[in-house]
């Protein structure tokens, strides 16, 4: 049924309180948690003193987090500050080779084998550059001609292999599209080496990035630098909220101690999986923000942040990287699955696309349990929406509400939506939490927990639904007021 199916005011405001109350309760239970055993063996290593003013020791589990703002923030601040100026100069003096600055390396190869505008040699040269660094042997076979490490030399070198294998695919294969002859060693250069994206992403695809960086046409639209200087705000803002956060909710620390997470109600465990998306979410949505906004000065129009797991409900619009679902996307799954609507070649477009994914993560048995899991998840999709497109099912859609639709398919969507938890949550923290948080929800828990969560999932699927539907009535174009014939006639 349509999206623009509308539910009473009233029921909205009852779905409202429920879902506020509900996050207010499993963060009771979470803060409870924290509180009372900040002071566990287990917890030395993540919980340090946190801020002065608090006075509690804050959760520091995530290296990431703690490399961006604390370790590498002076690092990040002076090369993209030092980016921003410099690009800008180019902007002013030369705006056809605002280049950024580069790191010589092998990338020549690269343009060797785009020359031969082979897709089948791209994949395969691109593919087996990837496994070379991300499987066994040849990992430590490479480890082993180079002397000597340093603290980030798992995320500065091989994140920025990784992205430069991913944009030198893309580089080949769209040079493979190209039909009057063949882009520049320059032009794979400049797309590679432009400083932000380089070590961390987010990757655009050639075409887009050619596009936009050799557009002379240097213009800011009305209030953008208003919306970017709010943006760089905003996430500065997210920071310090994510580290107030972290001072009273070890959310990341309780999932590493088994022995406590058996001890914790089925509210509190479920709290936990939870906002432990929300928080990868928010991690990437500040880290691609910041470097999205830097981007934005130059001119530049980048992958967005990925979409919040809150306003997720279906397997097709899980992604945690905006930039490599971009990538797979427009090279893979669109490619082999077309249009998405024969289950076959939809099954070997996900396999394909996970298959990829998978070397990309760095192939490990937690990887292939994630990609087995989102694979089946997202085929499972198509296959229900073709059974119940199907007679009895789609008759008897068909002969009730559009209102009464909505929240069936919500009923279906809240159980979807602890699916892609569950599958994902096993990546984030361990495959024991996971399996943990599962068994207490739906065997040990059923049917009060299970029953009242779902409850609860449902009243946050049908606020998401909700505002899709608002913001489907403001992109519907207004329509043509019909022309008056009988005023004609008199006329």
Known sequence: MGIKAALPRYELYLYTAVLGLALIWAGSWIFEASSDHVNRKAFKESVKPGWHYFGRKMDVADFEWAMWFSTFRNHIL??????VIFAKIFTIVAPKVRVCMCVCVCVCVWCVVALVKKKWLCFAAGLGTLASIKLEPYNSWQEALVTGSFDLQDILFYGGCGFTIMRC???????????????????????????????????????????????????RREREMWNITTKALLHLGIILIVDVFFHYLYILTIPTDMKLVTKLSDWCLAGLAYSNLVYDWVKAAVMFGVINTVATLDHLDPPQPPKCITMLYVFAETHFDRGINDWLCKYVYDYIGEDHTKIFREL???????????????????????????????????????????????????????????????????????????????????????????????????????????????CGVQLVKERERQQALLQEPEPVKPVDDGKEKAE
């Open 169 to 219: 695919m893309s580089f080949g294969l769209e040079n493979c599209e190209k039909k009057d002859g063949n882009y520049t060693f320059s032009d794979l250069l400049r797309y590679n080496f432009y400083l932000p994206f380089f070590f961390f992403g987010p990757i655009m695809t050639f075409d887009l990035y050619h596009a936009q960086a050799n557009n002379t046409q240097l213009t």
């Open 348 to 458: 070997l477009a996900t396999i394909c696309t996970f298959a990829v994914t998978t070397l990309w993560l760095g192939p490990c048995d937690l990887v292939y349990l994630w990609s087995f899991f989102n694979c089946f998840g997202l085929n499972f999709e198509l296959w229900v929406a073709k059974l119940f497109s199907l007679p009895p099912f789609s008759t008897i859609e068909g002969a009730m509400g559009e209102a009464m639709s909505r929240r069936i398919r919500g009923v279906f969507n809240a159980a979807n939506f602890w699916a892609i938890v569950l599958y994902n949550v096993l990546s984030l923290n361990s495959l024991e939490f996971a399996k943990m948080v599962a068994r207490r929800l739906i065997v040990k828990g059923f049917p009060l927990s299970t029953l009242s969560v779902l409850l609860v999932t449902y």
């Open 78 to 83: 002076f090369a993209l500050t030092g980016h």
